[in-house]
């Protein structure tokens, strides 16, 4: 028998809600002690180390129970580079780096500030980008730490117009990795408000839906991020149709023709409007989203 609507309202009212209080003080405590580690370090003295989150934490797109908070360590004396594809440079390029820091050497300084802050049990070394330090219960929830970089992306051939981001160097020699974390909040920020606060209820629902149906075995399970990206593409006035059955019902709906529309799918972007979607390097597929958004229609019942 499917789920009434009643039944589905209870349900979604449930999903769309952030992490709760203690949860978010846990969040806080974590970010805290990671900074502390790292500022009252001697190694980083007169460096210029920038630390802020980014990801759910920040964006407020958390869900209960599934808390763990990303922090950058970005150090910005030293500024890596690119230009937007077919942008050719004709500048001279800037004057090299002329510190000791090195991609290797900035993880490592920041892997031994974190053993000594945290100690060695409680510090993972082997992810290919972030340190994980480990969450205890009832005091701070998991903690990914990623020693970054300043990156800027030139979007003229003279330098004097740019996009500002981080980037991260993977442990196994692959190519750097750029992200927009600031890009990500102001343009999450901004359609939530347009969309009365809907984006983020939608988001959280899609990610608690994505939760359950994984630990049910029904789909592979995904990023969170991704369902973050998935909303992301739903235009306003679909988010805010009707009340807020209506209005999940019509973002799935609206989801599947973009994912089914292979013109669509070229065109979907993440929420920082500097990445595509779907590229080779993702660790999520069109196909991901379609079980995604099929699973979800199903569990709640919509039909038709």
């Known amino acids: 028998m499917g789920m009434s609507a009643s039944e589905r309202a209870e349900l ?12 978010q003080a846990q969040q806080e405590r974590a970010e805290s002690m990671v900074r502390k580690a790292i500022t009252t370090c001697e190694a980083f003295d007169g460096a210029n180390v920038v630390i802020y989150t980014k990801g759910s934490y920040p964006n ?11 922090v950058v360590i970005e150090l910005q004396d030293c500024l890596y580079y690119d230009y937007k594809p077919g942008v050719i440079g004709v500048e001279p390029p800037p004057p090299p780096y002329q510190g000791s820091w090195t991609p290797g050497s900035w993880r490592q300084a920041v892997i031994d500030a974190l053993v000594t802050a945290f100690g060695p049990g409680s510090i993972d070394t082997s ?3 972030a340190i994980n330090i480990s969450a205890v219960e009832g005091s701070r929830p998991s903690a990914d730490v990623v020693p970054s970089f300043n990156y800027r992306r030139y979007d003229d051939s003279h ?8 980037c991260v160097f993977p442990t196994d020699g692959g190519s750097k990795i750029v992200n927009w974390p600031q890009q990500q909040l102001d343009n999450g920020r901004s359609l939530n408000t347009a969309t009365n606060h809907r984006y983020k209820k939608y988001v959280r629902a899609l990610k608690n839906a994505e939760n359950f149906l994984a630990a049910e075995g029904t789909i592979d399970e995904l990023p969170s991020y991704f369902m973050e990206c998935l909303v992301y593409n739903v235009p306003a006035a679909i988010l805010t149709t009707g009340d807020l059955d209506a209005g999940f019902r019509a973002t799935l709906a609206k ?16 929420p920082n409007r500097m990445k595509w979607l779907f590229t080779s390097d993702k660790k999520w597929s069109i196909q991901d989203g379609k079980d995604l958004v099929l699973a979800t229609w199903s569990h709640l019942g919509y039909g038709g």
């Open 12 to 23: 979604l009212g449930r999903w769309i809600q952030p992490s709760s209080e203690n949860e």
């Open 60 to 70: 407020n797109t958390n869900v209960r129970r599934d808390s763990d908070v990303d």
């Open 127 to 129: 992810g290919r980008v």
């Open 159 to 166: 330098r004097t117009l740019w996009h500002e981001g981080s």
């Open 255 to 270: 989801l599947w023709g973009l994912l089914e529309s292979e013109e669509n799918e070229r065109q979907m972007v993440e």
